[in-house]
């Protein structure tokens, strides 16, 4: 049996935020994730875009955390070296209604503490996205784009750095408290005794939850679909360009990746099965069709992927719970922690509402701080970002640099090595693929694939039939293959 002060169920954004928060203070600490890598579900699955919180009601904990999670952004990729840009947002509209609520957007964003926002002409749009579409819309100056993959990555790697215990494959089972308060989990590999619980499972959430001692809750699941164009759209893409909002639902919209590329999406249809990330021909034309009102330049011949991301959506009696909810019921279920609706903007917020949770257990016990907190994580250098001289070097000092395992995305051998030796330990294909970029490019993995599984076997001694692509059960082969 493992023990704990505290247990971390998810290892999404708001666990892994959570994790590295906690590990400035003198605490053991376990975080347990069903999935076999972070950021596996919504943390990885979504437009990854830092919001600017003009979208969200007035006093609202969505509209505090998001401004103030953006306020810190710079500070925080800098810390966890995550590749960010400022690159602004544009709102487009046409009609006299879309200015009206534009115009309502704008109050509501000044009120809520976003700055530099205002409104703007056609012949403004034109300068900022020459080929965006719209009579007159909103710029927010301080909106930007991230690396979703290396921000979640980034905060767990600093967190095991700093002393943090992660368990991937480890879906929990069953949670009891003994009768000094204490909580035993229960979860697939190890059982681990606990002060503390803390519930970060989004989707999977109101189910721990009523393990816990709260009952009441449920969730379905907000699908968002995406289209990814190729590189070669990116330039004509510099900023996000979204419609005409409210305060649930942003819209079908067009953004640049901090890689180049260009996500289309996503839809916003609510579902009961947060397991199903299907995309139908149906879907993806409605999305070309719906981005093609405000940026007309999207062409079949430019779509290299689909993806799909499900937004758990929590409900209670009273029905859908529209903010971010940091519960704690002292007499029901003494030092459980339910992070309730992390939905969107729950990437740019991440950190507040991470603080937010600690607050709770500092106000209710005394904590030491870890005065070798380091918050420094490095991620490894990418090949395809050095210059021609940098490269020289590298491959001067390891020859392996000189061999590229993906040719898309120019990525090589030695970075596919030192990711699958990664701090964390996780050594599935979609594992190395995020934190590399190999088979993300326009070919999708058709000449590098085989090359990384090989690599994978070579490195790690695993047979064929023990690879598996994301998900246990994922299995890449059932016997060996010419590679």
Known sequence: MEKADVVIVGAGVIGCAIARELSKFQLKIIVIEKNLDVCFETSGRNSAVLHGGFAYDIGSLKAE?????????????????????????????????????????????????????????????????????????????????????????GLAENAKDNGVSFFFGAKVRYICREENGDFIVEADKLIVKSRWLINAAAMGGPKISEMAGIPGYYTTAGNGAYIILDKNMGNYLPMPVYPVPNNFYMGVHVTPTIDGNVLIGPTGIEMEDGDDYSVSQETIDFLAQSASKIWPCIEKRDYIRNYCGNCAKWYDSSGLIYDFKIEIRDQQAPHFINMVNMDSPALTSALPLARRCVNLIKNREVLQNNVKFNPIRKRPVRFAEMSNEERAEKIKENPEYGEIVCRCEQVSKAEIIEAIHNPLGVCTVAGIKLRTRAMMGRCQGGYCQMRLVKLIQEETGMGEREIVYEREGSYMFVGKVRM
């Open 65 to 153: 955390c998001c401004v103030e999670g953006n306020q810190e952004f710079d500070k925080v990729a800098k810390e966890l070296d995550v590749p960010f840009k400022r690159t602004g947002k544009l709102l487009v509209g046409n009609s006299e209604e879309d200015y009206e609520k534009l115009e309502a957007t704008l109050k509501q964003g000044e009120q809520n503490g976003c700055e530099g926002l205002r409104m703007v002409s056609e012949h403004e749009i034109k300068k900022m996205v020459p080929l965006a579409k719209g009579k007159f819309g909103i710029f927010s100056p301080n909106s930007g784009i991230m690396d979703p993959f290396q921000y979640v990555v």
